[in-house]
């Protein structure tokens, strides 16, 4: 995204196959950096939006450094994807 060029194709095909594996194994800083490169980029997937929020919902929130939880907001809120089930879950936790 620094470069001004982005990759569609590559977006694409990043986030298919994120969407087929199982999110357990990403830490809490793996799923705000994934969600924020795409924002980042300008790159949207709504599946892939939905599956990293409906794998943070599951997560305890203290587990999240206040910096993945602004950077994670941000790129939904910049992305223009909407999850109240996760909106719901930051705003009780903070």
Do not use: H
């Not at 995204?1 to 087929?20: C, H, R, W, Y």
């Not at 990403?26 to 709504?46: C, H, I, M, R, T």
């Amino acid at each position: 995204a620094k470069s001004g060029e982005s990759n569609p194709m590559l977006f694409k095909k990043v986030a298919d196959q994120i969407i087929t594996l199982d999110l357990n194994s990403f830490n809490p800083q793996d799923l705000s950096n994934v969600v924020w490169a795409f924002a980042k980029s300008g790159e949207s997937n709504p599946m892939l939006f939905k599956k990293v929020a409906d794998q943070i919902i599951t997560l305890d929130l203290n587990s999240f450094k206040p910096q993945n939880l602004s950077n994670m907001l941000l790129a939904f809120a910049k992305s223009g994807e909407s999850n109240p089930s996760l909106f719901e879950k930051v705003a009780d936790q903070i």
